[in-house]
């Protein structure tokens, strides 16, 4: 079973770390277009949805969700981590718990959202958690997924099994075998970059 290694970090060593990354211009400039795409992405939805942040990590994008009305629930699989959320935004729910079996049922919330987990997960565990994000949200899934430029896929292939990009046209085709549509609504932090931010949701 994946566990992500921010379980086993301290908390405050994150919170420094994302500090930092996103110090001086250039990373003001990653954070305007990391922002920019999850505030378009969310702005598809209804607002005043109950949504699932996994990982909330130290509840980094908790008031973002909250400035669209969002009710929010923190899920992540390093209590320390909860905590720091909490800290962070005061009477946010938190919830023990790993991305691969969410401790929800069918259609139990609206939304999930996940942000930089996918790139953490090697393929054959990608789908499964997006299976379960899936599951439990009635209305959508918003994600953040390194994705393979079709010109680089075959030599993707031919990486090691843990490899963590997937290409775009894989993801389509399994969110169509699940009913679902997807929107893409581009790269977070550099117009090079491999990380997009993505909505599936139902095509009924």
């Known amino acids: 079973m994946y566990r992500a290694r921010t379980a086993y970090l301290d908390p405050a060593a994150i919170a420094r770390y994302e500090d930092s990354r996103f110090r001086g211009p250039l990373g003001a400039y990653k954070l305007r277009r990391e922002r920019r795409v999850v505030r378009s992405a969310l702005a598809a939805l209804p607002p005043n949805l109950r949504a699932v942040d996994c990982p909330t990590g130290v509840g980094r994008w908790i008031s973002t969700l909250a400035d669209r ?26 919830v023990h718990a790993e ?20 790139k953490h997960l090697p393929r054959e565990v990608l789908f499964g958690v997006l299976d379960e994000f899936v599951r439990v949200a009635r209305i959508g899934v918003v994600c ?8 680089l896929w075959a030599w993707a292939k031919r990486r090691a099994p843990r490899s963590r ?16 549509s997807l929107r893409d609504f581009g790269r977070c932090h550099s117009p090079i970059g491999m990380e997009r931010c993505l909505l599936l949701r139902g095509t009924d």
Request: hydrophobic residues 50%.
């Open 99 to 118: 991305a691969e079996h969410l401790p929800f049922g069918d259609d139990c919330v609206d939304l999930v959202f996940s942000f930089a987990l996918a």
């Open 165 to 180: 990009a997937v290409d775009l046209a894989v993801l389509r085709s399994w969110a169509q075998s699940r009913g679902l």
């Open 144 to 151: 953040t997924v390194n994705t393979t430029p079709p010109v």
């Open 69 to 94: 009305g969002h009710q929010v629930i923190g899920v992540d699989i390093s209590v320390a981590m909860l905590t720091e959320a909490r800290r962070r935004a005061e009477g946010v729910a938190a």
